[in-house]
T-cell receptor, first 111, second 113 residues
Framework: SQQGEEDPQALSIQEGENATMNCSYK?????LQWYRQNSGRGLVHLIL?????REKHSGRLRVTLDTSKKSSSLLITASRAADTASYFC???????????FGQGTELSVKP | DAGVIQSPRHEVTEMGQEVTLRCKPI?????LFWYRQTMMRGLELLIY????????DSGMPEDRFSAKMPNASFSTLKIQPSEPRDSAVYFC???????????FGDGTRLSIL
């Protein structure tokens, strides 16, 4: 069963706009990670946020984590056509060891 | 630095045949993961290894699937006999430890006719 559920399933925006993707999960976690997948390629790690952190930034990416609501969001600011990809959240449960991936959000950024 | 290397990139075979997928993890990574990705089920963890030892194979669909890691630089995922429902993209990933990001290969796109 999937731990993470993402919303929306698909998002289409214009270049320069911000994109926000949300992830909800069910059990207590050690950390939550976001990955990007371009068509036909493997997943690429974007950012990791630990359970004791609330917000983290990396370039144009901003991730928040609310452990009381068991949810996270990924914000991409000033989007570019090259940001077009699928974005996945993944959680490492307290038992450790493995990541459980959500179904992903398909982002399309139109030039 | 070379990333995770998977081979073949594409495999098309007839049902009933044996299929072997290969993975070379990043040197120094102690963890290796095998995933399967389909439109219907998303990305599923099949099995993972720590220091060449299988830790959790609860995601392996059935006995037709087997995975080995004979040494730190090589792993195989075998399907015997293959069935059309095994068609998917299979990914291998490695990481230093479970608290670190996973690095994915570009996958093997498997089609069973």
């Amino acid at each position: 069963s999937q731990q993470g559920e993402e919303d929306p399933q698909a998002l289409s925006i214009q270049e320069g706009e911000n994109a926000t993707m949300n992830c909800s999960y069910k059990t207590s976690i050690n950390n939550l990670q976001w990955y990007r997948q371009n068509s036909g390629r493997g997943l690429v790690h974007l950012i990791l946020i630990r359970s004791n952190e609330r917000e983290k930034h990396s370039g144009r990416l901003r991730v928040t984590l609310d452990t009381s609501k068991k949810s996270s969001s990924l914000l991409i600011t000033a989007s570019r056509a090259a940001d077009t990809a699928s974005y996945f959240c993944a959680t490492e449960a307290n038992q450790g060891g493995k990541l459980i991936f959500g179904q992903g959000t398909e982002l399309s950024v139109k030039p | 630095d070379a990333g995770v290397i998977q081979s073949p990139r594409h495999e098309v075979t007839e049902m009933g045949q044996e299929v072997t997928l290969r993975c070379k993890p990043i040197s120094g990574h102690d963890y290796l993961f095998w995933y399967r990705q389909t439109m219907m089920r998303g990305l599923e963890l099949l099995i993972y290894f720590n220091n060449n030892v299988p830790i959790d194979d609860s995601g392996m669909p059935e006995d037709r699937f087997s995975a080995k890691m004979p040494n730190a630089s090589f792993s195989t995922l075998k399907i015997q006999p293959s069935e059309p429902r095994d068609s998917a993209v299979y990914f291998c990933a490695s990481s230093l430890n479970t608290a670190q990001p996973q690095h994915f290969g570009d996958g093997t796109r498997l089609s069973i006719l």
